[in-house]
């Protein structure tokens, strides 16, 4: 059974018969060892679920070596396309096998062997995707780690991941601001406990680094080593670890298996973004996102598509036509981006004269994630491109989408603006109240998926199997809880309308509240603190901090306010966009001591809202009002810049 063309069947035949319908997606790929059935299991002493155990293969072979031997071997395999450095380039599907086979081959000289793990933190660059299929090809884990991390999350991950081997470039480019990567490196190598064997360094002309330490190696001269073979692996052996914020300061390792993935991604490639083998996609994500694994590297390559790799911005690099002129030079028939990125383009062109600049003829969809797109954000788009747009709904944990309009399917119906579509086969998403019971139609709920969970989603988090259980699995016994607000209408479309946790979404990258109220808190003069996720119109929502002093402590509040934020870009990173902090005498508490965080926030917004009737003292919510008011905390488009 590949696809019926009909959504609904198709849809209703994954949650009746899981294993016949995936069975049918996994033969559409070439298997070392097909699956044995039955092709899902359970875990005997976790529980948890498996797909297609006993079956091999190898990612980094069906993306390279098996387009190589089936006719794709001098077709663009991927384009990177660099406005910061003034570069594009293209490399064959045979000149990607060849460049990967032989870093591959480095990795070896350093001792990567499968099962080792191997962090890489570079901007998005094609030497990038070399060392993630590189990983693959050797079975050895890759997890990145997106580079506008601060070296306090690099260190993190670096000792819960404990990779025998770093890779990283000597630095990065926002627009034209020179950031140096291996100094980032070091210091967060300072603060690890762990310490890997190498640090594998690519070299950038306009900033190399000096290699000095035992461990340093070249990039380049590791490509020099001999090809190597890719390793047949077990369907269930990790491919990646990709680290995402929690509710803590301790980020979740998240898990994705080699071969639920790779069916996966190959089923959505033609079922949800409607592509066939040799068009062109281009994802506008960074490889340090659930996006960038998903639909920069593996999904496209998979499918025997052509990627864009795109090192840049939507403005300023050089304008706001930068994409337009990307799909025309290209001829990108699906384009992926997230809302921000269509905002920051409409601020500056507002009647989207620069789209008309270009020839957008190639252009079949525009596909939106990572936060919620607004109405008039999504009518803009639709309106300049001339295109039908998509929003759909996923997560790190999926690696996948989990709602959408399916545009392989004919029968679909036309997408919504403010919804984020249908479930995706595989899924049988509910809205619940929190005692676990279906809610009605246009009454929002909190979002969950009946396990099991379709190939290509986590099977658990990295070395913590508990976390796993207690974060996902044990708020609704028999679902998995996405941590989302959201609600169907009447027609069944849903909507996805944002955390019901410490978790915000930043010009959608995802960040903890909870961690950043960790790090301030940990400021000699901050007695408690609150970070909200507040309404940016820019970036759909932004971090402020809201801080009660210690006694005896009457700093400058300037002063504070900065060494506040600094703390912030410090030890999270700039990309947190943490700019603001104001003091207040007091923080409203429910009677037993829990700090009323959804109603500060909607206080800020400006949302209207009931005063809860456990809080201890009403009279707190305007004193914290006036405080706003007369910072003008939220009500500029974006929010002020943080001094350097
Ligand atoms: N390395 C180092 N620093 C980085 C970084 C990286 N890889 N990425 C971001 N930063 C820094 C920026 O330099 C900026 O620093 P500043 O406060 O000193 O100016 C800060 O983090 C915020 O970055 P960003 O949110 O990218 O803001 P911007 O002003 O540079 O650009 C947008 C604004 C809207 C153009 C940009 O946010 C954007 O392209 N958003 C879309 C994001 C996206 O595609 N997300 C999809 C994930 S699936
Ligand atoms: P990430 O794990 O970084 O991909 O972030 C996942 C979160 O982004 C989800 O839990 C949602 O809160 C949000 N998100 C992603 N896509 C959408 C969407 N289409 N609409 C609304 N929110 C979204």
Redesign the pocket.
Same mark, same amino acid.
């Given at each position: 059974m590949s696809l019926t063309r009909s959504y609904p069947a198709d849809h209703a035949a994954s949650l009746q018969d899981p294993e016949e319908f995936w069975d049918a997606q996994a033969r559409q790929l070439a298997w070392f060892q097909p699956p044995p059935r039955p092709v899902l299991s359970q875990d005997s002493t976790t529980g948890f679920y498996h797909w297609f155990r006993g079956g091999q293969l190898n990612t980094c072979w069906l993306c390279l070596d098996y387009h190589v031997e089936n006719s794709r071997a001098d077709q663009v395999a991927l384009i990177y396309d660099s406005p910061v450095t003034h570069t594009v380039r293209r490399y064959t599907y045979r000149e990607l096998l060849d460049l990967t086979s032989r870093f591959a081959g480095g990795l070896r000289q350093l001792g990567v062997e499968r099962g080792d793990r191997v962090i890489i933190y570079m901007?998005n660059m094609p030497e990038a995707v070399v060392a993630m299929l590189a990983c693959a090809r050797l079975g050895a884990v890759h997890s990145v780690v997106?580079?506008?991390f601060a070296p306090h999350e690099l260190a993190v991950r670096i000792d819960d991941a404990q990779p025998r081997v770093i890779i990283c470039a000597s630095a990065?480019l926002?627009?034209d601001?020179v950031?140096p990567y291996k100094p980032l490196v070091e210091a967060a190598l300072q603060r690890a406990v762990h310490q890997p064997a190498a640090v594998v360094v690519l070299q950038r002309a306009f900033c190399p680094a000096a290699l000095s330490a035992a461990h340093d190696a070249d990039y380049q001269t590791l490509l020099q080593a001999a090809p190597v073979a890719a390793v047949p692996l077990e369907s269930i052996d990790p491919l990646y670890i990709l680290y995402t914020s929690g509710t803590t300061g301790k980020p979740k390792g998240v898990v994705r298996d080699n071969g639920g993935h790779a069916v996966a991604l190959k089923y959505s490639m033609a079922a949800i973004y409607g592509v066939q083998p040799g068009d062109t996609f281009w994802a506008?994500?960074?490889i340090?996102?659930?996006?960038?694994h998903s639909y920069c590297v593996y999904g496209p390559l998979l499918h025997g598509c052509t990627t864009v790799l795109f090192e840049g911005?939507?403005?300023r690099t050089p304008d706001a036509g930068t994409f337009w002129r990307v799909v025309q030079d290209h001829q990108v028939r699906v384009l992926f981006?997230?809302p921000?990125?269509i905002?920051?383009i409409k601020k500056e062109d507002a009647a989207g004269a620069l789209a008309r600049q270009y020839n957008l003829r190639s252009l079949r969809h525009l596909f939106v994630?990572?936060e919620r797109c607004d109405p008039a954000t999504y009518e803009w788009a639709g309106r300049t491109l001339g295109v039908p747009v998509v929003d759909h709904w996923w997560q790190t944990e999926s690696g996948w989408p989990m709602l959408a309009t399916l545009v392989g399917y004919p029968d679909m119906p036309a997408p919504k603006a403010g919804s984020a579509g249908f479930p995706v086969p595989g899924y049988d998403v509910r809205i619940l109240d929190e005692a676990g019971q279906s809610v009605p139609r246009g009454i929002t709920g909190l979002v969950a998926v009946r396990l099991p969970l379709p190939p290509g989603c986590l099977p658990t988090l990295w070395q913590d199997d508990a976390r796993f259980r207690s974060s996902y699995l044990e708020t609704f016994p028999g679902y998995y809880f996405s941590g989302d607000g959201g609600y169907h209408d009447a027609d069944g479309y849903l909507y996805i309308m944002g955390r019901v946790d410490d978790v915000i979404n930043? %010009?959608?990258?995802r960040l903890s509240t909870g961690e950043m109220e960790e790090l301030l808190a940990a400021h000699p003069a901050v007695a408690e603190c609150a970070v909200l996720g507040i309404a940016c119109a820019?970036?759909g929502q932004v971090p402020i901090g809201l801080v009660v002093l210690k006694d005896g402590q009457t700093p400058d509040e300037p002063q504070l306010e900065q060494e506040l934020v600094q703390l912030i870009?410090g030890q999270i990173?700039?990309?947190a966009?943490f700019?603001q902090a104001a003091v207040v005498a007091r923080l409203p508490k429910t009677r037993s001591g829990k700090i009323l965080r959804k109603t500060l926030r909607q206080l800020a917004d400006g949302e209207p809202f009931t005063v809860p009737s456990t809080i201890d003292d009403p009279l707190i919510l305007d004193e914290i009002r006036q405080v706003l008011e007369r910072r003008a905390i939220g009500q500029a488009f974006d929010n002020p810049? %943080?001094s350097?």
């Amino acid at each position: 059974m590949s696809l019926t063309r009909s959504y609904p069947a198709d849809h209703a035949a994954s949650l009746q018969d899981p294993e016949e319908f995936w069975d049918a997606q996994a033969r559409q790929l070439a298997w070392f060892q097909p699956p044995p059935r039955p092709v899902l299991s359970q875990d005997s002493t976790t529980g948890f679920y498996h797909w297609f155990r006993g079956g091999q293969l190898n990612t980094c072979w069906l993306c390279l070596d098996y387009h190589v031997e089936n006719s794709r071997a001098d077709q663009v395999a991927l384009i990177y396309d660099s406005p910061v450095t003034h570069t594009v380039r293209r490399y064959t599907y045979r000149e990607l096998l060849d460049l990967t086979s032989r870093f591959a081959g480095g990795l070896r000289q350093l001792g990567v062997e499968r099962g080792d793990r191997v962090i890489i933190y570079m901007p998005n660059m094609p030497e990038a995707v070399v060392a993630m299929l590189a990983c693959a090809r050797l079975g050895a884990v890759h997890s990145v780690v997106f580079g506008g991390f601060a070296p306090h999350e690099l260190a993190v991950r670096i000792d819960d991941a404990q990779p025998r081997v770093i890779i990283c470039a000597s630095a990065g480019l926002e627009f034209d601001k020179v950031i140096p990567y291996k100094p980032l490196v070091e210091a967060a190598l300072q603060r690890a406990v762990h310490q890997p064997a190498a640090v594998v360094v690519l070299q950038r002309a306009f900033c190399p680094a000096a290699l000095s330490a035992a461990h340093d190696a070249d990039y380049q001269t590791l490509l020099q080593a001999a090809p190597v073979a890719a390793v047949p692996l077990e369907s269930i052996d990790p491919l990646y670890i990709l680290y995402t914020s929690g509710t803590t300061g301790k980020p979740k390792g998240v898990v994705r298996d080699n071969g639920g993935h790779a069916v996966a991604l190959k089923y959505s490639m033609a079922a949800i973004y409607g592509v066939q083998p040799g068009d062109t996609f281009w994802a506008a994500s960074d490889i340090g996102w659930a996006v960038g694994h998903s639909y920069c590297v593996y999904g496209p390559l998979l499918h025997g598509c052509t990627t864009v790799l795109f090192e840049g911005k939507p403005v300023r690099t050089p304008d706001a036509g930068t994409f337009w002129r990307v799909v025309q030079d290209h001829q990108v028939r699906v384009l992926f981006t997230a809302p921000t990125a269509i905002r920051a383009i409409k601020k500056e062109d507002a009647a989207g004269a620069l789209a008309r600049q270009y020839n957008l003829r190639s252009l079949r969809h525009l596909f939106v994630a990572g936060e919620r797109c607004d109405p008039a954000t999504y009518e803009w788009a639709g309106r300049t491109l001339g295109v039908p747009v998509v929003d759909h709904w996923w997560q790190t944990e999926s690696g996948w989408p989990m709602l959408a309009t399916l545009v392989g399917y004919p029968d679909m119906p036309a997408p919504k603006a403010g919804s984020a579509g249908f479930p995706v086969p595989g899924y049988d998403v509910r809205i619940l109240d929190e005692a676990g019971q279906s809610v009605p139609r246009g009454i929002t709920g909190l979002v969950a998926v009946r396990l099991p969970l379709p190939p290509g989603c986590l099977p658990t988090l990295w070395q913590d199997d508990a976390r796993f259980r207690s974060s996902y699995l044990e708020t609704f016994p028999g679902y998995y809880f996405s941590g989302d607000g959201g609600y169907h209408d009447a027609d069944g479309y849903l909507y996805i309308m944002g955390r019901v946790d410490d978790v915000i979404n930043v %010009a959608g990258h995802r960040l903890s509240t909870g961690e950043m109220e960790e790090l301030l808190a940990a400021h000699p003069a901050v007695a408690e603190c609150a970070v909200l996720g507040i309404a940016c119109a820019l970036r759909g929502q932004v971090p402020i901090g809201l801080v009660v002093l210690k006694d005896g402590q009457t700093p400058d509040e300037p002063q504070l306010e900065q060494e506040l934020v600094q703390l912030i870009r410090g030890q999270i990173g700039a990309l947190a966009c943490f700019r603001q902090a104001a003091v207040v005498a007091r923080l409203p508490k429910t009677r037993s001591g829990k700090i009323l965080r959804k109603t500060l926030r909607q206080l800020a917004d400006g949302e209207p809202f009931t005063v809860p009737s456990t809080i201890d003292d009403p009279l707190i919510l305007d004193e914290i009002r006036q405080v706003l008011e007369r910072r003008a905390i939220g009500q500029a488009f974006d929010n002020p810049p %943080a001094s350097r």
